[in-house]
């Protein structure tokens, strides 16, 4: 018995030591803007002018004053792979129809998650979403319609619109790891949970295109990245072609 007993923890001391903990710490980011901000489109409305206004004035390019920090920019660390051990269950992405334009406006999301769709406006809209110039959605969004989901499988940039209202416009950009951000008002974002080490990592604005810049990760401490688009298209980073 005893024997028994020494020959199994022989085996279970031989057993290689789980795998320690990947290490990780904080990317925090602000991306900014340096240039001059054009004038927003005017856009008459025709379709429910009652609930949508009778004019939308379009902006793409959203800066704080006078930071300068850039809204609805989207940063990614770039050729990482997702955590083995992947969350129990991915939580929907809302995307909401709301006062005749899109909420989020620009949205991240990681593969294998939902983008789940509502209307909170008393009109029909229609969500039309294309992925490399096909849809990948189309649906008619009525009055108190249910929700509509769809699971993203690929990653890369979905263009959402609306087939009723041309004016309403957003995006969405999948990653392959949960690995990125959206800069908020101030042109801020923090990416969580990113193993430690040397990373590639890049910003993408509708506007402003693509800037490239890297980080170093320390152990459980922060790294930090400013990317600063510019007008006369120099940018702090390497503008990646397009
Ligand atoms: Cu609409």
Redesign the pocket.
């Given at each position: 018995m005893l024997l028994v007993a020494l020959f199994l923890a022989l085996i279970i001391s031989n057993v290689p030591p789980a795998l320690a903990q990947t290490e990780q710490g904080v990317v925090t980011v602000q991306v900014l803007y340096h240039g001059t901000i054009p004038p927003p489109t005017g856009v008459i409305v025709t379709r429910n002018p009652e609930i949508c206004g009778t004019q939308v004035l379009l902006q793409s390019l959203t800066v704080h004053s006078p930071s300068g920090g850039l809204k609805d920019a989207v940063v990614t660390i770039d050729g990482i792979s997702a955590p083995e051990t992947a969350p129990a269950g991915m939580a929907p992405n809302v995307l909401s129809?709301s006062r005749?334009s899109f909420s989020p406006h620009v949205m991240s999301l990681q593969t294998g998650s939902p983008i789940e769709i509502h209307n909170q406006d008393p009109i029909m809209?229609?969500t039309h979403i294309n992925y490399e110039m096909r849809t990948f959605i189309n649906v008619a969004m009525v009055v108190n319609a249910r929700p509509v989901a769809k699971t993203v499988a690929k990653p890369g940039l979905y263009r959402v619109q609306?087939d009723?209202?041309k004016f309403?416009g957003g995006y969405v950009l999948a990653s392959t790891h949960p690995y990125f951000g959206v800069t908020d008002d101030h042109g801020n974002t923090r990416i969580l949970n990113v193993p430690a080490g040397h990373h590639d990592i890049s910003v993408w604005h509708e506007r402003l295109g693509q800037l490239q810049a890297h980080v170093s990760v320390p152990p459980n401490g922060e790294a930090t990245a400013t990317f600063e688009f510019r007008e006369d298209k120099t940018g702090h980073g390497r503008r990646m072609d397009r």
């Open positions: 129809n005749c809209h229609n609306c009723v209202h309403m």
